[in-house]
Nanobody, 125 residues
Framework: QVHLAESGGGLVQAGGSLTLSCVISGTGFSITALAWYRQAPGRQRELVAAITSASSPYYADSVKGRFTISRDAATNTMYLRMNSAKPEDTAEYYC???????????????????WGQGTRVTVSS
């Protein structure tokens, strides 16, 4: 089993910065993709940023140039650095990971998505 735990949310003034963290814990797993999503009140959950080992990071147009997704492979921690925060960035932020498990030596299960519980970010104007 795998567990994702976000932290770092809170209140920030417009123009300020905030860094979200997501620790991925468990045993016998491999990470295929990492992503941050957000959901504002009354709106659908949207993809904010994502990284895989095979491609360049993806950013939603609304955060491009302001947010940076990164990963520390040694600690299985992923980050979302939010700069130049805007009131429209206010949302519940969720980390997500594509995970496979080694069922037997050299054989891996299909990828399954795991989610964190969310961390609230509020940007005041």
């Amino acid at each position: 089993q795998v567990h994702l735990a976000e932290s770092g949310g809170g209140l920030v003034q417009a123009g300020g910065s905030l860094t979200l963290s997501c620790v991925i814990s468990g045993t016998g797993f491999s990470i295929t993709a990492l992503a941050w999503y957000r959901q504002a009140p009354g709106r659908q959950r949207e993809l904010v940023a994502a990284i895989t080992s095979a491609s360049s990071p993806y950013y939603a147009d609304s955060v491009k140039g302001r947010f940076t997704i990164s990963r520390d492979a040694a600690t299985n921690t992923m980050y979302l650095r939010m700069n130049s925060a805007k009131p429209e960035d206010t949302a519940e932020y969720y980390c997500a990971a594509g995970i496979t498990f080694e069922a037997s030596p050299g054989e891996w299960t299909p990828e399954k998505n795991y989610w964190g519980q969310g961390t609230r970010v509020t940007v005041s104007s």
